[in-house]
């Protein structure tokens, strides 16, 4: 079964901070996703990667950036973070582009920042 | 504009009664659409899927229905347990997509009471 990992299951961080969330997959995919989570607007995509040292934007990628130095690694980072980024934080993976099996997500992270 | 609509933020059925999660979709290019499940403080996990070219998928208690004409997917839970409670979201997979394979909805919520 392929495991996808996020490294904190809960983080409080004050304003400002920079933050990491880290993602590790253990199936050799190809592609990698950050999404967050927040009540009445479902799952909105942060930024994907499509291969190591590849990233896109999605479509809420304002105050975010990624760094995938490794194929089975995809981290996202919160330059300074701020309030309206409280949320929970969601990482998949999958194994081509236009798998007809969708992604495998991790556990999710609420960050909340205060 | 959203790809892939759900209507419905929640849906409340009695247990051992049909539940019936509506999904409706613009895009006519999606080759295949998935259903999740989540819990809350968890990751989405998989649920099922239908082919586009099928208009139906039956695994268990879950069936999916796909009317390609009224661009219109449901998924049916036969009978519901309180187990099913849970957030519900479609999902169109596009193949080369420029924004990631998938595309979701904001969710259901589904209650099922005792």
């Known amino acids: 079964d392929v495991k996808v990992t996020q490294s904190s299951r809960y983080l409080v961080k004050r304003t400002g901070e920079k933050v990491f969330l880290e993602c590790v997959q253990d199936?050799?995919?190809?592609?990698m996703f950050w999404y967050r989570q927040d009540p009445g607007l479902g799952l909105r995509l942060i930024y994907f990667?499509?291969?190591?040292?590849?990233?896109e934007k999605g479509d809420i990628p304002e105050g975010y950036s990624v760094s995938r130095e490794k194929k089975e690694r995809f981290s996202l980072i919160l330059e300074s973070a701020s309030t309206n980024q409280t949320s929970m934080y969601l990482c998949?993976?999958?194994?081509?582009?236009?798998?007809?099996?969708?992604?495998?997500f991790g556990s999710g992270t609420r960050l909340t920042v205060v | 504009d959203q790809q892939v609509k759900q209507n419905s933020p929640s849906l409340s059925v009695q247990e051992g009664r049909i539940s019936i999660l509506n999904c409706d979709y613009t895009n006519s290019m999606f080759d295949y659409f998935l259903w999740y499940k989540k819990y809350p403080a968890e990751g989405p996990t998989f649920l099922i899927s239908?082919?586009?070219?099928?208009d139906k998928n039956e695994d268990g208690r879950f069936t999916v229905f796909l009317n390609k004409s009224a661009k219109h997917l449901s998924l049916h839970i036969v009978p519901s347990q309180p187990g099913d409670s849970a957030v519900y979201f479609c999902a169109g997979l596009l193949h080369g997509g420029s924004q990631g394979n998938l595309i979701f909805g904001k969710g259901t919520k589904l209650s099922v009471k005792p």
């Open positions: 239908i082919s586009s070219i099928k």
């Open positions: 990667s499509y291969d190591v040292k590849m990233k």
């Open positions: 199936m050799d995919h190809e592609n």
């Open positions: 998949a993976s999958s194994l081509n582009r236009g798998a007809n099996y969708g992604y495998t």
